[in-house]
């Protein structure tokens, strides 16, 4: 009989509406260790709704917090919604209707779509980042951030998209192209507020390591802040005889001992040193080339394949180590936002300078030697090598007598050599000394000399915070021509965005809401007299860096969260969301709230314990021979797993493809959910495999699940019976149900609280078939059943609970228990070996001995067989398990 989920799922719904049966508080009865904060990263209310993609992660965190809640634990468990963001600002320009309207519609229907999948949250902590009550505090930690020194505005070049008209944050840059409209991003120097993330560089690092993270994700918030040590450099920079000057020009180096090796310098074209480095024969060759140079996107100036391009500035830096005049390029393979937006070139041991080198015919010049180099100047010895280095070094006819004699170590070969550890050459008194020695060293001397010192840099940049756009928070700042910058009183908060009638951007570098003189135009905070307010606004990522903790405590009008209650919750224990955000959102998240901590505001370091990428939900697509992908409406199949394509008659492969409108392949949950029921579309996403592993939606599984439910259901009409599971059961039926259903409280039990949900629904299968074998099975087994099914597929589950006479929700009753007694097999399969080759087996009770597993491997046939005409020289035994026989 087929589960009437039509009516079943919509009533549990508003039971646990109208009942808040998720409603939490923070009960001081439930002790820290069983209290468990689990979130998802919440959804942008897109238009387009959910897909089946959304739920995975949902029902995951889901199941895992009915499953908590029936283990005695107090779960926090909210949603919400990431609410500013470009695209309902877009469709505003597009159609004039305000972004609000659009933001609050979709809303809604994002609300009923994950309401509708049974979703156990408590909606009364829902927040919304777009409204004044929630983003009034969003400000509040801005200028917590701006009175710290930690925001700061600058003039500063940034990635452009000319579509989105706005500024871009590295981390929104993907390939070259805008994250999220794909137009190729180009640069701009305009007014930006910055925020100073690399305050927090090593502790963002350092802090990893406690952190319940997949390594991956771990790593690749590492590689993107790319700490590393070196040292910085003064050049000076020389007139036009060679002579020193006043000027200086300073290089990040991770290799100072390389600096015999620089034969040039690079600057970005950025470098606000360019001008007045560059004479007046190069001006034109120079403006024309930082021109050209603008309208690249990073990705494109870095690419190492790339034909290197530069122009000479007619200035030259001097080398503090042996005075040689260098010459000042500029060149776009050199970005400001990397080190000093300057390097020292040392092309035999730098790819990219070896290739820029032997383009613009520049010198170069070998400092390092291997250390299988160095071996081969006496027979293979490494320390002999180095020592014979060292004791020519002292001498200039020997040193070029050893080096004349041995090109391959001491000269540039075809191509260069990166700079590993190894030997000085080629560098005066350190020649022969490792690497390690002379950076040290050269370290040290330019502390002495002053001109240069040990640093630290990052890959990492400050977060371009600001955004010309409207539909986000506007920053509480005021521009006063007295007083400069002044913040926004704190009793002021919420600055609310004005009513507009237009959200075009201006693209010049400015808001739409420079435009509105009633609302631009303001008092100074400090002086009383007539100022500007701050026309820039955040970015979505600023109400996403705090949203769970006003999860917290979200209706609280005096606090962004209180106090006692963030300490009751945090940190998050179970964080659930995509590993796209392995970098912008976690890592954003990260350093507000180190920042907070530091304000001594919220309790913990960090605030994600425990993270999960869930694996992406994949669809079929198909692609031609030339790679392009073809939706999947013009594939038609001609055979069994044959498809050409309907308009080119082209021969088609099927392939699996992220779901995407423009290949048609995506699949609305709201249709699934329409045939097959919710407690169907849940069980199928977690049934699909490993939570974690990308996999392809394929309906027929669906189908299955269903199927599966629809046999729960018609089993849940057979009688029950009273018979006690704990006691002896001479049934030989009832007693071999009793142990799989014990197999099955331990498994769900155990792969349910690891998240290996797909595992979990197997074992629940094979207790239905087994249970549809006996006339009536126990009511207490029954109802442990129903119990377990109930945090995978809640409406079923709560309506198979009401039928069994309870009146109350199933989602607070404890979890079923199981005895390891009843998982115990009473049979084991003994192999038979004869000579270590498995050659038959039998079936023996549990604890047989070893003379008797001995005589009943021997009366085998597989045995007799391969026994025939030879004799037993010896039989191991191992109980419970094998019989090997060794014979001649």
Known sequence: MAYPFQNIEPKWQKYWDDNKTFRVTEDPKFPKEKRRYVLDMFPYPSGAGLHVGHPEGYTATDIYCRYLRMNGYNVLHPMG?????????????????HPATTTFKNIEHFTQQIKALGFSYDWDRCVMTCTPDYYKWTQWIFLQLYKKGLAYEAETPINWCPSCKTGLANEE?????CDRCGSPVTHKTIRQWILKITAYADDLIKDLEGLDWPESVKLMQKNWIGRSEGAEVDFTVADKDGKATDKKLTVYTTRPDTLFGATYMVLAPEH??????????????VEKYIAEASSKSDLERTDLAKDKTGVFTGSYGIDPVNGALVPIWIADYVLTGHGTGAIMAVPAHDERDWDFAKKFNLPIIKVVASPEEVASLADGDEAKGAELIRKAAANPDEYKKLADSHPD????????????????????????????????????????????KKAVSYKLRDWI?????????????????????VPVPEEELPLELPDVKTYQPTGTGESPLAGIDSWVNCKCPKCGKDARRETNTMPQWAGSCWYYLRYIDPKNEKAFVDQEKEKYWMPVDLYVGGAEHAVLHLLYSRFWHKVLFDAGVVSTKEPFQRLINQGMITSFAFQNAAKSLIPIDRAEEVAPNEFKDKETGEKLERIIAKMSKSLKNVVNPDEMIKQYGADSVRMYEMFMGPLTVSKPWNTQGLIGVNRFLDKVWSLSDKPLSDIDITGKIEDKDLSSLRKTYAKTVAKVTHD???????????????????AAKVPSVPKA??????KMLSVYAPHLGEELWEKLGNKKTVAYEAWPTFSEEYCKEDTKTIVVMINGKLRDKFEAAVGTDKDTLQKTALETEGAKKFLEGKNVVKVVVVPDKLVNVVAK
């Open 81 to 97: 919604y990431d609410a500013f963001g470009l695209p309902a600002e877009n469709y505003a320009i597009k159609t004039g209707t």
């Open 173 to 177: 840059v993907k390939e070259g192209h």
């Open 272 to 285: 606000p040193m360019v001008k007045e480095l560059t004479t007046s024969e190069q001006k034109d060759a």
């Open 409 to 452: 170590v001491f000269s540039v070969a075809e191509k260069c050599t990166p700079a590993k550890d190894g030997y000085a050459i080629n560098s005066e008194e350190f020649n022969g000394k490792p690497t390690k020695e002379v950076i040290n060293t050269i370290i040290t001397w330019l502390g002495e000399k002053g001109i240069g």
């Open 465 to 485: 915070f600001s955004r010309q756009r409207y539909w986000g928070e506007p920053i509480p700042l005021v521009h006063c021509p007295d007083c400069g910058t």
């Open 752 to 770: 349910t609280s690891t998240l290996d949900f797909n595992t979990a629904i197997s074992q629940m299968m094979i207790f239905i078939n087994e």
């Open 781 to 786: 087994m029954w109802e442990g059943f129903v």
